[in-house]
């Protein structure tokens, strides 16, 4: 069982950057893919990025693709999301997500955390 708690969420301008955080409860997290989602009100939760095991992976949505940038520090058990040039449409809740194994695909996550609150106005 993996537990995941993230961190760093908040209200900034467009424009503006916030950090993510989400530290993992698992020994052995090297062993697992992370991911990152977001669910905006009224919307279906949606992919953001992803990376592998190593690092040596990752993936992005197109929405976020150069503006955000997602790694790991495994020494921590960590995963962070590096979101700069911030929209009014990143505004969501944004969940941390870890599955063991290959990243592959990014629909088979099957441990999430609780999610943390990111607003951006305008």
């Known amino acids: 069982q993996v537990q995941l708690v993230e961190s760093g969420g908040g209200l900034v301008q467009a424009g503006g950057s916030l950090r993510l955080s989400c530290e993992a409860s698992a020994r052995t997290f090297s062993s697992y893919a992370m991911g990152w989602f977001r669910q905006a009100p009224g919307k279906e939760r949606e992919f953001v990025a992803a990376?592998?095991?190593?690092?040596?992976?990752?993936y992005y949505a197109d929405s976020v693709k150069g503006r955000f940038t997602i790694s790991r520090d495994n020494a921590k058990n960590t995963v962070y999301l590096q979101m700069n040039s911030l929209k009014p449409e990143d505004t969501a809740v944004y969940y941390c997500?870890?599955?063991?194994?290959?990243?592959?695909?990014?629909?088979?996550?099957?441990?999430w955390g609780q999610g943390t609150q990111v607003t951006v106005s305008s």
């Open positions: 997500a870890a599955k063991r194994g290959p990243l592959g695909r990014v629909d088979d996550f099957n441990y």
């Open positions: 990376i592998s095991w190593s690092g040596g992976s990752t």
